[in-house]
């Protein structure tokens, strides 16, 4: 089974519904994050966590919310979507710096598609 | 800030030609770097990564090596196969705050054909 798993794998919805990823781990890392994947640009940081109670800002929050609801779920959300937020996503996992050299380990991804 | 720029894809090779993708960063202090491969359809995976300047990862016959007198991080093969047709990240991850944050160049699309 794989350690980092998304739902669903591919999204269709509409502008102005709301939209959430799953991302859950079995690796037992304490350090979650969601990145954006388009095209020319690389990934780029939504959110990450350090654990349960501590949530940070990435480079593009903006239209963007998450839940962390254990140590093994990250979940985000697209609150009311729109056309712009179309994009692949990925969930990743780190066990921290001190142990793992820095280390992520990608989900497979989630594409939406929001028309 | 930090960032990270690649070599403009996509590149394309014969099959046991010689690869290079080029990498440079940008960063204060020290960081780790990281190649990443992304496989038609997967995820994103750890190719190789080093640590302090002068350190050579290497896996699946894939090397680079972190130059800190010139800012890169290029990524190298031998004999390409058909097999490592891919998409490449080189990334950065900044040790100074202990975020853990990666910072992505854009990839580069490598397609080897037979």
């Known amino acids: 089974d794989a350690d980092v798993t998304q739902t669903p794998r591919n999204r269709i919805t509409k502008t102005g519904k709301r939209i959430m990823l799953e991302c859950s781990q079995t690796k037992g890392h304490d350090r979650m994050y969601w990145y954006r994947q388009d095209p020319g640009l690389g990934l780029r940081l939504i959110y990450y966590?350090?654990?349960?109670?501590?949530?940070n800002k990435g480079e593009i929050s903006d239209g963007y919310s998450v839940s962390r609801q254990a140590q093994a779920k990250f979940s985000l959300s697209l609150e009311s979507a729109i056309p712009n937020q179309t994009a692949l996503y990925f969930c990743?996992?780190?066990?921290?710096?001190?142990?793992?050299?820095?280390?992520?380990?990608f989900g497979p991804g989630t594409r939406l598609t929001v028309l | 800030g930090n960032s990270v720029t690649q070599m403009e894809g996509p590149v394309t090779l014969s099959e046991e030609a010689f690869l290079t993708i080029n990498c440079t960063y940008t960063?204060?202090?020290?960081?780790?770097l990281f190649w990443y491969v992304q496989y038609p359809g997967e995820g994103l995976q750890l190719l190789l990564k080093a640590t302090k300047a002068d350190d050579k990862g290497s896996n699946k016959g894939f090397e680079a090596t972190y130059r800190k007198e010139t800012t890169s991080f290029h990524l190298e093969k031998g004999s390409v196969q058909v097999s490592d047709s891919a998409v490449y990240f080189c990334a950065l991850s900044d040790r100074g705050g202990n975020t853990g944050k990666l910072i992505f160049g854009q990839g580069t699309t490598l397609q080897v054909k037979p």
């Open positions: 990743a996992t780190s066990a921290g710096l001190a142990v793992a050299g820095d280390t992520q380990y």
């Open positions: 960063a204060t202090g020290y960081p780790s």
């Open positions: 966590s350090f654990d349960v109670k501590d949530i």
